[in-house]
């Protein structure tokens, strides 16, 4: 009899660690196994919104990005399930101690957990970002200096930003753009960033007079000047062409590729990716490719 006792309460010791063993990364194969792709989103400009503001999974979304994560699930088949958790920005890069280490070399927590199967709320390719994931490149993009209308005058050149305040947001590629510059071309007389939690309040404390400039990519100016705000202006670009990525556990090849394949597959002047682009910024994202280029 005690040794019965004995062997249900290891059972029930197993089963209960199992029960907080946080599940794995997934490959495709997975993915299609479960029926279920977990899409993990950072609503902002020009990617998607979740209602309500302090939802994390039950949120109801909207926009370009999701729209467009839709359509590529749906490629995977109708019997696959899309799940979306609403992150934060720097959640993508957490490790599993919850800090993200720019040096460092690892895979983040909510990837490595098999909480997230995908990023894909358009990152900038970046050296460090890349340690920790793969990318597959959406369109190419240029960072675009966002000031008050009123104040053009003043943002002629990058000479310009000597000495201003910016509105950023932590761990961003125009942080890193800014921190790498302030080391160099400014080092005399440094940007002063001040954090934000977001690339709208950042535009927004721009707007109030609150920061003299921040630094948001070129589809996302596009989309706040013609929806959003009005008294908002583009004085020039900065930087060099960046790539403008979905982002993937660096094992997860397979899943790389059918992402891959479904923005190939998309380029066409009529292709769903053009139309849900021109309803949301006004041109089509081949026109903005094509004006991208063109600044280089």
């Given amino acids: 009899m005690k040794k019965k006792v004995v062997f249900l309460t290891v059972i029930l010791v197993l089963f209960a660690t199992a029960a907080v063993i946080p599940a794995k990364a997934r490959s495709l194969e997975e993915i299609r196994q479960s029926k279920e792709i977990r899409i993990c989103i950072t609503p902002d400009i020009s990617v998607a919104t979740a209602e309500p ?5 039950n949120c109801v979304f909207s926009g370009p990005v999701y729209e467009e994560i839709l359509a590529f699930a749906e490629t995977l088949g109708s019997d696959i399930k899309s799940r979306f958790i609403k992150i934060e920005w720097d959640e993508q890069f957490y490790n599993k101690d919850g800090k993200t280490v720019h040096e460092a070399e690892y895979t983040p927590e909510l990837f490595a957990s098999g909480k997230c199967d995908i990023f894909p709320s358009n990152l900038t ?4 970002r890349s340690k920790k994931m793969d990318f597959v490149k959406v369109f190419p993009s240029r960072m675009m200096v966002i000031i008050h209308k009123s104040q053009k005058a003043l943002f002629k050149t990058a000479g310009d930003l000597a000495g201003k305040r910016i509105a950023v947001v932590l761990n961003t590629s125009y942080y890193t753009w800014i921190a790498e510059q302030n080391q160099t071309v400014y080092q005399k ?24 400039f921040t630094l948001i990519d070129a589809d996302k100016a596009i989309w706040i000047i013609r929806n959003k705000l009005k008294d908002a202006a583009v004085a020039f670009p900065v930087g060099p062409t960046d790539e403008i990525c979905w982002a993937f556990r660096k094992e997860d090849k397979d899943l790389q ?22 309803s949301y910024f006004g041109i089509t994202m081949n026109m903005f490719i094509s004006i991208i280029k063109a600044t280089e």
């Fill in 53 to 57: 503001a302090d939802c994390r999974e």
């Fill in 125 to 128: 390719k970046t050296e460090w």
């Fill in 189 to 212: 007389n440094p940007i002063k960033p001040e954090f934000v939690n977001s690339d709208e309040e950042a535009t927004e404390k721009v707007i109030a007079g609150k920061a003299d």
């Fill in 257 to 278: 590729a059918a992402v891959q394949k479904f923005f190939d597959e998309n380029r066409s002047a009529t292709s769903l990716l053009n139309k849900i682009w021109e």
